[in-house]
């Protein structure tokens, strides 16, 4: 074996775990490493505890563009389509059909999701369907009980509603991805430099130097860590938005998200069942700032600095996000959501009961290490963020960066990439096999 690699991928969450599988199973390249830091897959955003386990369609996410939703859809089909659940044969630790609704509250909400309903959803979606009070008290009985009677309500209910372990499946990947020769997986090492030697790269890691023709980098925030140690992407920065979970006994049957406030890219505080335990009801994720770029690890606030490049556009974009009034009105009310006592009873009061309003102080609690960190992609050109995922790609490099929905985008996000390696690196993807195996 020749010790440069064709392709090396850096992070094995999700998004690297996909890309293993994928090239794995449908092109010829030949050695391919994925390298992990840590001592396990997909310990951080990826894994159960972090993330909300939706598999996003974008029927029931009302802040989506038409085009936004087709492309999310398009991924979450190639998902179901690799667990086998669509024909029955699938392992329900991975994922599992649930019920899933957005809500609007009141007549502004409920007149937006009419709108929605009425546009892009409707010829998208033709199997989400419209519920008022009535049949929706009939579905989710305890998102009526306890409202004011005169207070209007309409759900859209979704034919598409998954929960995905997206830990569990990051595992089916890389197992999966094994299966060739040549594919291999290296944990508890950490990838430190990246320079450019002649037509290669090389890794400089921990355990060692790794040269190869192709470097992958899905490695959540420090993805664009890398892009900025060698030069690219001057135009990006990103806000860490971390943020947690309360918790409740089972109280619904499946999903209800809310109706999005403002052109916002994180999604609004919505209640969700957990595939780890389907006695409880999950509410978040909260909104909060901080330095951290991997929940639990202190010592990346340091490397936040590094990302941060301090000139006049971050700090016009900083001063337009911030002082946004959707975006400064949800991070100043979430700000207090961790304070003790305080926190939980705004939580009820602000988040909570709006979707099960009989719930009580005493129902809730909260889990340590829940809910990752979510990057919020800065554009430093039109001083905006973006919604989504960024995906830059140099010369024989790949930078991954993956805010939410980036778990359910994961093969759509290898799809991309493959075709990009296999093309550059002059080898072969086999889309015909894709389509026939994953394909709708
Ligand atoms: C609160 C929250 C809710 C969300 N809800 C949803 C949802 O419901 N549905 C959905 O689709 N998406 C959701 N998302 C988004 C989703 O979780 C992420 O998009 C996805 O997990 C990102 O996967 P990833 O593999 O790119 O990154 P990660 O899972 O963060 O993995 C990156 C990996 O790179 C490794 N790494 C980093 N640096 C190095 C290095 N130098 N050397 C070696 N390895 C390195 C890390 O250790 C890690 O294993 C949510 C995110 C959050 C935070």
Redesign the pocket.
């Known amino acids: 074996m020749s010790d440069i690699y064709d392709l090396i991928i ?8 996909a890309l293993f599988y994928i090239s794995s199973r449908y092109s010829d390249l030949k050695n391919v490493l994925l ?4 001592s396990d ?7 159960s505890r ?7 369609f974008g029927d029931v996410e009302t802040n989506y563009s038409y085009e936004k939703a087709k492309d999310v859809k398009q991924s979450a089909e190639y998902i179901l389509n690799y667990t086998g659940i669509k024909n029955g044969r699938y392992n329900k630790h991975i994922i599992q059909k649930c019920q899933k609704m957005v809500l609007g509250v009141g007549d502004m909400e409920s007149q937006q999701l009419e709108n929605t309903y009425a546009s892009k959803m409707h010829t998208l979606f033709p199997g989400l369907k419209k519920l008022r009070s009535k049949e929706l008290e009939r579905i989710e009985p305890n998102l009526v009980k306890g409202r004011q009677k005169d207070e209007a309500l309409l759900a859209l209910l979704s034919n598409n509603g998954y929960m ?1 372990d ?1 830990g569990a499946l ?1 595992k089916s990947f890389a197992n999966n991805g094994k299966k060739k020769k040549d594919y291999k997986i290296k944990f508890n ?4 430099k990246i320079s450019r030697e002649n037509d290669n790269y090389v890794l400089e ?1 921990n355990d060692g130097v790794y040269k190869a023709r192709f470097v992958v980098f ?3 925030i ?1 993805s664009l860590y ?1 892009a900025k140690s060698m030069g690219y992407d001057k135009n990006i920065s990103i806000l860490p ?3 947690g979970y309360y918790y409740s006994k089972k109280v619904l049957n499946g999903k209800v998200y809310r109706v999005q406030q403002g052109n916002i890219p994180f ?1 609004a505080i919505h209640a ?1 069942p957990d595939i780890k335990d389907p006695n409880v009801t999950r509410y ?2 909260t909104v909060i700032l901080g330095p951290l770029l ?1 929940k639990g690890h202190l010592d990346t606030a340091f490397d936040n600095l590094k990302i941060f490049d301090l000139d006049i556009d971050t700090l016009i974009s900083l001063k337009n996000i911030l002082f946004n009034r959707d975006i400064y009105r949800i991070m100043s009310k979430n700000a207090i959501y961790p304070i003790p006592i305080v926190g939980k009873y705004n939580f009820l009061k602000n988040e909570a009961q709006k979707i099960v309003p009989k719930l009580k102080y005493s129902d809730l609690w909260t889990v340590k290490n829940t ?4 990057p919020q992609i800065i554009n430093e050109k039109t001083h905006s963020l973006i919604l989504g ?1 960024a995906k830059l790609k140099e010369e024989h490099l790949i930078f ?1 960066i ?9 093969i759509g996000s290898a799809l991309e990439d493959i075709k990009y390696i296999t093309s550059q690196l002059d080898r072969n993807f086999n889309y015909a096999l894709f389509k026939k195996e994953l394909g709708s």
Do not use: M, W
């Open positions: 850096v992070g094995a969450g999700i998004t690297g775990s390298l992990e830091k840590y897959i997909s310990t951080l955003n990826s894994s972090s993330n909300s386990q939706t598999l996003h995905v997206f990051s090492s950490k990838v430190k890691t899905a490695s959540g420090y890398f938005v971390g943020g999604a969700d978040g994720p991997e809910g990752g960190i979510r995922e991954n993956t805010p939410s929905p980036g778990a359910s985008s994961c």
